[in-house]
């Protein structure tokens, strides 16, 4: 079966830095669109970023444009969130997600989700 695991978060003062991998298994990777969300408490998830199947195009909100930065190895089936400048509006659950049509923005298009790792960055 697919499955999809994050890793990388922990608690970081704002200003720092954390990389987020999310490993998939049970699926062909390079054909799949991936893209990471996060879910702050009391609030819908939302959209962070997302990568074509080769990591030719990626897409970002503007909350994290300039800051975030996706990226793939399809070789390891791994896909990887670099977070730069991490800010206390940045903490969240993250999750990584995986579908075969696009990239897109809504969480309604993914196919797969991971279980999500947590981002704290204390004010």
């Known amino acids: 079966q697919v499955q999809l695991v994050e890793s990388g978060g922990g608690l970081v003062q704002a200003g720092g830095s954390l990389r987020l991998s999310c490993a998939a298994s049970?699926?062909?990777?390079?054909?799949?669109?991936m893209g990471w969300f996060r879910q702050a408490p009391g609030k819908e998830r939302e959209f962070v970023a997302t990568?074509?199947?080769?990591?030719?195009?990626?897409s970002y909100a503007d909350s994290v444009k300039g800051r975030f930065t996706i990226s793939r190895d399809n070789a390891k089936n791994t896909v990887y969130l670099q977070m730069n400048s991490l800010k206390p509006g940045d903490t969240a659950v993250y999750y990584c997600?995986?579908?075969?049509?696009?990239?897109?923005?809504?969480?309604?298009?993914?196919?797969?989700w991971g279980q999500g790792t947590q981002v704290t960055v204390p004010s």
């Open positions: 049970g699926l062909t990777f390079s054909t799949y669109v």
């Open positions: 997600a995986a579908n075969r049509r696009n990239l897109a923005t809504m969480r309604e298009a993914y196919d797969y």
């Open positions: 990568i074509n199947w080769t990591g030719g195009r990626t």
